[in-house]
């Protein structure tokens, strides 16, 4: 178990040091980590539900309705879809395609050498790795909350 506990450890101070990464970005930038990451969301240019970056991103709905009110105010996002649904769809709007394009160029640049030098060093199938790491982590930690609610109820 001592060197599973060191291997997690050290995943989990790895992935401290890129939320803290993004966060001090978004603070340089002078938006919240929130907005960065809500932004990255709709960066790929296709449309996406509240609820869906709020699940996709780790972010509270409540969270994502202000940054929707703001984004929305300030003109850099629409709905689109049917205007009586409840889910409906966001996209960037020309003004927040091109104010995300001004944000994240440098964003983008770093993070594509940093993936360059890591891919001089490791295999692509890490991300692969991580990336099922993290589902097994979440999915672990729903079925521990699920079963302490059931035994409290």
């Known amino acids: ?3 599973n506990y060191e291997t997690v450890r050290r995943i989990m ?8 990464v993004y966060y001090l970005l978004a603070r340089h930038y002078g938006i919240n980590e929130n907005t960065l990451a809500f932004l990255y969301a709709l960066d790929d ?3 996406h539900s509240q609820k869906e970056i709020s699940d996709q991103w780790l972010i509270p709905r409540t969270t994502i309705n202000s940054i929707v009110k703001n ?3 300030d003109g850099y996002i629409a709905f689109t879809g049917e205007p009586h ?3 409906k769809a966001i996209v960037l709007t020309d003004q927040g395609r091109a104010y995300t394009s001004k944000l994240f160029h440098d964003i ?3 993070e594509e050498q940093a993936i360059i030098d890591t891919l001089q060093k490791f295999s692509p199938e ?5 990336e099922y790491f993290s589902q ?4 672990g930690f729903d079925e521990m909350i699920q079963t302490k609610e059931e035994k409290e109820n």
């Not at 101070?13 to 803290?20: E, F, K, Q, S």
């Open 126 to 130: 890490f991300a692969t790795a991580l």
């Open 108 to 110: 983008y640049l770093a």
């Open 71 to 73: 984004m929305l105010s």
């Open 1 to 3: 178990m001592d060197k």
């Open 136 to 139: 097994r982590l979440r999915a």
């Open 85 to 87: 649904t409840k889910e």
């Open 45 to 47: 240019e296709n449309p």
């Open 13 to 20: 101070l790895a992935t401290n040091t890129i939320d803290g």
